[in-house]
């Protein structure tokens, strides 16, 4: 290969050299640069040369290079070559930099290249240096590298994590990519760890294209092939700071061999050398702001992104016992898989099952979108009008930063009866009503009776009812009351005796009255009238009434002396007239006196 | 004596076994005859009728009650049947055709389990008619009465002794008599019933549109009405859930 290398080169000298003067010389894209800008230096040199030996590149960082460049031109017969080596250096501090000579041989003699002076001022592209510091930080584990070609990998192959927010509010959907730089050959690559991600809600998006689709990016001035790992979308799933970890992936990268001579003919006659190497992202915080509590709708209930809300409802106008399906479907872009479930409001009769969720949600590099369905199946049991109540619906719009409340349209639905024995499932009852036992098939016949009686059942307790109810007690004490009364009369036989004495002689004085004219008749009945009577008034058997008995009964109950005479007088009389005829008084003068004195004696006792 | 005694007893029973107008006979039997010919719809209007006319007869409701059920009227059927049952409360009749009626209704309220002597003390109360034991009691006071009296009064030993017992056991059974009365009346007053009319009823659980929905019942339930409060009721089913319900949702029994 070496020989082949030195033919080459021989041949080209011979050709080109003889006529050409050697020009080697170091040129940059700008001498004033600032921190983290990169810049370019070349090296060029329009003849056949070899041992190009790069200056140390004190206070610079090699990020790219050597970019070796051959040319052949031959212009009007005459032949020229050139070589021109390129790097990208960004400088490690501020000031002035000399870059050394490079030397490089050419026809036999050496040549070398003016130094030149750099002005390192402190950048402005903050970003820029920001990046310098992760590709330096994204530097290649050292163990698992070849010596000698550490420096030139870790510029030339880096993972890194990119997301598009570092800030965003709980629940916000976040793209995140693991991307893949290189400037170097890889013939093989997988990941090793991959973050898992603690803290958030992830869905990885999928490619369509089975292939790896590499584009080109142009980083601080340096071409790279990028490609895109892994994306992600990320929900962070509670507030604070989370940080993604680091994914860690191995390569084994193509790379040319090594040659100790540092001939760049060794590589461009194929020689190469694969290296394993390991590649480890960054860690990258997230900050995930909670929601505002400020505005926070009460129906809200989790949903960030923007989103659009619709219900609709296949027909209103049914039958008990048929089926509707109601629909709500959720649209728009954010968090819809982390979507709860709705529980809209259906009128309590209505059977209804858990719903059907359908999501037709696609993940693609502009984050997750689509739309969710949950279809309600719904079987109103019984007939009448009913309502379905709109749905509100919350999402925190994180553009905006407010939440939006959005609300369906309400649907009414009517429901006529319905066919079959279905009505005796309810939502009360959890089982059917076919387990009652059945007693009969009908109920039983009406009372045929056609008399009616009708039955105050407001009689209890009214005024009536109670005062019948006393009447009873009432009639029994008055019935007391009346009988000790005419105890007490019954029990005073001789006042009793005494007080109907009047009434006794009475009489016998009016059967004597009767028989004026009979005289014998006369008398004898009024002595038995006048006996009797003090019988009775005096209280003194018959038997023992006598002229001495009445007179001291009569004086005992201090009646005047004259009147007690006149009795006796009378009674003596009647006594007398019984057997001998009587002269000087009439009978109608005897039945005066008579009654006289017995309403005398009445009088006065 | 005796005299009087009639005179109370008629008293006491004009009142109750009045004298049924003669018209209202005449409806009940063109009511009946309507039914037994099938026109269901004509026996209700009949029927109703009376009740309209002021008449209070366990049979006509009892009628009525029939006529709406066989009218596919259940809520109606079980309204007159329980205001059958109030009247009277021991007809098996009525009790049976309550029980079957409720069949047909929508709801199934498992009724909290009645302790044994509770159960069998409630038939006891409900046996007869609140009036026939208004009746009773009154008699069997009166009754008493009169043997305490003829007690204070008769000379004859025998007959003192046997009016005095006689009258305690009269008596005693008056106020038995009485006292089941007055828990039968209080066991109405408890249990002041309505019969859920809407088809579906929500029941809140505070009496205003926007509270929450307890439950829900249709229509034939029977409801124990526990308050009434602004056009809204508070009920309890025999389950023991309480609710509040619109007023115009039930009618009273």
Not at chain 1, 22 to 27: D, E
Request: hydrophobic fraction near 40%; proline fraction near 4%.
């Amino acid at each position: 290969m070496k020989i082949k290398l030195s033919i080459l080169t021989l041949l080209l000298c011979c050709s080109s050299l003889v006529f050409a003067q050697v020009k080697f010389t170091a040129s940059v894209n700008k001498n004033t640069i600032g921190t983290g800008e990169v810049l370019e230096v070349t090296f060029s040199i329009n003849a056949n040369a070899d041992r190009f030996a790069p200056p140390a590149f004190a206070g610079f960082q090699v990020v790219g290079g050597p970019n070796v460049s051959n040319s052949i031109s031959m212009v009007n017969g005459v032949t020229s070559a050139s070589i021109a080596y390129g790097y990208d250096l960004v400088p490690t501090r501020e000031g002035e930099i000399t870059i050394g000579p490079a030397t490089i041989m050419s026809g036999g003699r050496p040549y070398s290249t003016t130094p030149i002076k750099i002005k390192v001022v402190k950048g402005q592209g903050g970003q820029s240096n920001q990046q310098a510091q992760q590709q330096s930080s994204n530097g290649p584990d050292s163990r698992n590298i070849q010596k000698g070609r550490v420096t030139d990998i870790s510029k030339s192959l880096f993972l890194r994590t990119e997301v598009d927010k570092t800030t965003a509010y709980m629940g916000q959907q976040i793209m995140m990519n693991l991307r893949l730089y290189t400037r170097v050959n890889i013939a093989n690559g997988e990941p090793e760890k991959i973050p898992d991600l603690n803290g958030f809600y992830s869905r990885d998006i999928k490619s369509n294209n089975p292939n790896t689709q590499w584009r080109t990016e142009i980083i601080n001035g340096v071409r790279y092939n990028v490609t895109d790992v892994k994306q992600t979308i990320l929900f962070p799933e509670h507030e604070g700071n989370i940080t993604i970890e680091p994914s860690i992936m191995n390569f084994i990268v193509r790379q040319q061999a090594a040659s100790s001579s540092g001939d760049p003919f060794d590589a461009f006659f194929g020689g190469y050398e694969d290296v394993k190497y390991k590649v480890k992202s960054t860690p990258i915080v997230i900050h995930v702001k909670p929601l505002p509590q400020a505005g926070k709708p009460v129906e809200y209930t989790g949903a960030v992104g923007k989103f659009n809300i619709e219900a609709s409802l296949d027909k209103n106008d049914v039958k008990a016992n048929d089926a509707i399906n109601y629909t709500i479907k959720i649209s728009g872009t954010g968090n819809l898989k982390l979507l709860k479930p709705i529980s809209p409001n259906f009128p309590a009769d209505f059977e209804k099952y858990e719903p059907k969720i359908t999501d037709t949600i696609t993940e693609n590099a502009s984050g997750s979108s689509g739309n969710r369905k949950y279809t309600y199946l719904l079987i109103p049991r019984h007939q009448g009008d009913f309502t379905i109540d709109p749905i509100k619906f919350a999402y925190f719009n994180p553009a905006t930063g407010r939440y939006v409340s959005l609300t369906t349209q309400a649907f009414h639905i009517k429901v006529a009866k319905g066919t079959g024995d279905g009505s005796n499932v309810t939502a009360f009852s959890n089982a059917g009503k076919q387990d009652v036992k059945v007693l009969s098939n009908d109920i039983r016949y009406i009372k045929t009776g056609t008399e009616l009686n009708d039955v105050g059942s407001d009689f209890y307790g009214s005024g009536l009812y109670y005062f019948l109810l006393i009447l009873g007690p009432a009639g029994f004490l008055g019935a007391l009351v009346y009988g000790k009364w005419r105890d007490k009369n019954n029990a005073d036989v001789v006042g009793l005796k005494s007080r109907k004495a009047g009434k006794v002689a009475a009489k016998h004085l009016a059967s004597a009255k009767q028989q004026l004219n009979d005289k014998k008749a006369f008398y004898e009945n009024l002595f038995r009238g006048l006996y009797g009577y003090l019988s009775d008034k005096l209280n003194i058997p018959y038997s023992d009434l006598n002229r001495e008995k009445i007179a001291e009964e009569l004086k005992a109950r201090s009646l005047d002396e004259s009147l007690i005479n006149e009795m006796l007088d009378t009674l003596d009389l009647c006594e007398m007239a019984r057997y001998a005829p009587v002269s000087g008084i009439t009978e109608q003068q005897v039945f005066d006196k008579a009654q006289n004195m017995i309403n005398n004696i009445e009088n006065k006792i | 004596m005796m005299k009087r005694i009639i005179y109370l007893l008629l008293i006491i029973v004009m009142p109750i076994c009045a004298l049924a107008n003669d018209e209202a006979n005449v409806l009940l039997k063109k009511g009946n005859d309507q039914y037994a010919k099938g026109q269901y719809k004509e026996a209700i209007t009949t029927y109703q009728k009376i009740v309209d006319d002021g008449h209070q007869s366990a049979l006509v409701y009892y009628n009525l009650g029939n006529a709406y059920f066989k009218n596919e009227d259940v809520p109606s059927a079980l309204l007159y049947y329980e205001k059958a049952h109030k009247l009277s409360p021991g007809d098996e009749d009525i009790n049976f055709n309550i029980q079957f009626a409720n069949q047909k209704t929508t709801d199934k309220i498992e009724a909290g389990t009645e302790f044994f002597i509770t159960k069998w003390w409630h038939s006891f109360i409900l046996r007869f008619s609140l009036t026939t034991l208004s009746v009773l009691t009154i008699l069997l006071i009166i009754a008493g009465s009169a043997l305490l009296i003829v007690y204070r009064f008769t000379n004859s030993v025998s007959i003192k002794k046997w009016s005095f017992y006689s009258a305690l056991v009269v008596l005693l059974l008056g106020f038995a008599s009485m006292f089941v009365a007055s828990r039968q009346d209080q066991y109405f007053d408890a249990h002041h019933g309505a019969i859920i009319f809407s088809t579906s009823v929500n029941v809140k659980s505070a009496p205003t549109l926007n509270a929450k929905n307890l439950f829900l019942i249709h229509d034939g339930t029977k409801v124990e009405i526990l308050e009434d409060n602004n056009g809204w009721m508070k009920i309890r089913l025999a389950s023991g859930n309480e609710g509040w319900i619109n007023a115009s949702d039930a009618k009273e029994i």
